[in-house]
């Protein structure tokens, strides 16, 4: 993730679990700070009771650094979108851009969850993104609200973003913005985005104060630190469990179109050492109706659960992923394809 400089380097080797544990802190409240905005300025019952969101910093290249979940579901969910956004926009975004996202086949989990993302710069260096996953109460779509249960594919459940720039170095693009929200029925959802953007301003302004007082080379290192850790406590919850190879399938009612429908989702779990594998081959087709998940969903699920299954506090960063493999099918309802209706993709979650 981290460049291997001699400047990284040295700074690795200087650092002292004082500054580890202050900087790491520091991460995980400018989190819970851009929660707190969101809470107190956004319009819809969603956010400011159901508080439906999450956030996360993540470095440049899209590698997740600290995570606030307020909704368990969302927690792993914007990483996909967050590596799409980074690959797509590597070396086009300046300071003051923000990228809005919700598309289910470039990363996103379900359409009725925007990400507003923001770059974070520090003395012209493109350093990290902050990025916020909220429920929107309309997006478009044959009906209103989030779900429609008779869609067949995605133009009827929601306005599809894949991801675009809404603001430009600063600046509002009017004719986006009138674009995006000329296709949503309540103002609310407007308010609620200027809102999710007033909350990654504010984390990125925190993120450049602490890149300010502990430079870049610095941050690099306890962000290596941190993943690291990560690794070495997922590595050790699964080393805990015998290793061999575990089967599970499970049938799930109706496709949203056909009474009497099922469908089947089948995993082969293989633990070897301190590695865990998800395969999900086997699992049945993707349905012709909005009973199917985005790849988004099924990895999130699976990161649920294991957090569940760890009985322990496990820091939240990619540093889990180097020891965890998911695999899932292309083509199956837990990896729909394009133009698969999905609205209810979230809901198969705790059935995976």
Partial sequence: MMTNTPTSTAAIASLNPVMVSVISSRLRAIGERMGLVIERSARSPL???????SLGIYAADGTLIEQTEYIPI???AAAPTMQHVARTFKGKVKEGDVILHNDPFTGGNQPADWKVIKPVFHEGTHIAWVMITAHQADVGGAVPGSYNPDATDIWQEALRITAVKIMDAGEVREDVWELIF??????????????????CTVGERELQELLTRYSIPTFEAVVEHMLTAAEASAAQVIRQIPDGVYTKSWVVNYDGLNLGSTMTMRVRIEVKGDRISFDFAGTDPQTPGYVNAPLAVTL?????????????????????????????????FLNAQFPAATGFGNHLSDQI
Avoid: Q
Avoid at 182 to 199: F, K, P, Q, S, T
């Fill in 300 to 332: 999130s699920s699976v990161m649920v659960s294991f957090f569940m299954l760890a009985g322990e506090d496990i820091p939240h960063n990619d540093g889990i992923m180097r020891c965890i493999d998911i695999s899932v099918p292309e083509g199956s």
């Fill in 182 to 199: 000329g296709n949503v029925r309540l103002a609310m959802v407007e308010h609620d985005v200027r809102a999710m953007i007033g909350a």
């Fill in 47 to 53: 956010l400011v009771e159901g508080r439906d969101f």
């Fill in 74 to 76: 969302l927690g792993y």
